[in-house]
T-cell receptor, first 115, second 112 residues
Framework: NAGVTQTPKFRILKIGQSMTLQCTQD?????MYWYRQDPGMGLKLIYY???????DKGEVPNGYNVSRSTTEDFPLRLELAAPSQTSVYFC??????????????FGPGTRLTVL | QQQVKQSPQSLIVQKGGISIINCAYE??????FPWYQQFPGKGPALLIA?????SEKKEGRFTISFNKSAKQFSLHIMDSQPGDSATYFC???????????FGGGTRVLVKP
């Protein structure tokens, strides 16, 4: 299993541009999450999904949108990029298997700079 | 409102020493407390976790101590090694739902 994969790894955007961060997991997890991590700060939850077709806002959703059309994919859309969105973005997934684990598995991250 | 407060922000320890990271939470609805380890350029990975029905959990050189009445928990890294140099995050989760609230992180540097 590849686990959680994210693309791209790095991206530079100009103010006002838009982009989609891709996230795919192959563990058949129900739950998927998007976090942002600013330097010296913890992870802040942007959006999460409890299953295909169901999404909800996290702590810092403004300026972002998500969709969940399949169990595997959970893309994050940035509209009208702003310098305040410069951050490292992590996608994660978790699911309840036979062991009822709560572990969230993280992808390698996307480093985004908005200039 | 920061629901999980973590300290210190950074610490330096000699090889073989003990690293101690503390976290405090406010919401008594939290019932699952994991610690995540993150190496530079990587995503966080689960290190060890505890539920409030026990006061301590040990896995190898890593131990979580939990004080329910004080709403505090801590990570102890015994016999710290240079390979333990990383950023450590505490987190908390409520029983209903699966959202984690993270602390601010502690950057640990183990000097050889």
């Amino acid at each position: 299993n590849a686990g959680v994969t994210q693309t791209p790894k790095f991206r530079i955007l100009k103010i006002g541009q838009s982009m989609t961060l891709q996230c795919t997991q192959d563990m058949n997890h129900n739950y998927m999450y998007w976090y942002r991590q600013d330097p010296g700060m913890g992870l802040k939850l942007i959006y999460y999904s409890v299953g295909a077709g169901i999404t909800d806002k996290g702590e810092v959703p403004n300026g972002y949108n998500v969709s969940r059309s399949t169990t595997e994919d959970f893309p994050l859309r940035l509209e009208l990029a702003a310098p305040s969105q410069t951050s490292v973005y992590f996608c994660a997934s978790s699911g309840y298997g036979a062991t009822m684990t709560d572990t969230q598995y993280f992808g390698p991250g996307t480093r985004l700079t908005v200039l | 409102q920061q629901q999980v407060k973590q300290s210190p922000q950074s610490l330096i320890v000699q090889k073989g020493g003990i690293s101690i990271i503390n976290c405090a939470y406010e919401n008594t609805a939290f019932d699952y407390f994991p610690w995540y380890q993150q190496f530079p350029g990587k995503g966080p990975a689960l290190l060890i976790a505890i539920r409030p029905d026990v006061s301590e959990k040990k896995e190898g050189r890593f131990t979580i101590s939990f004080n329910k009445s004080a709403k505090q928990f801590s990570l102890h890294i015994m016999d710290s090694q240079p390979g333990d140099s990383a950023t450590y995050f505490c987190a908390a989760q409520k029983a209903a739902g699966n959202k984690l609230t993270f602390g601010g992180g502690t950057r640990v540097l183990v000097k050889p």
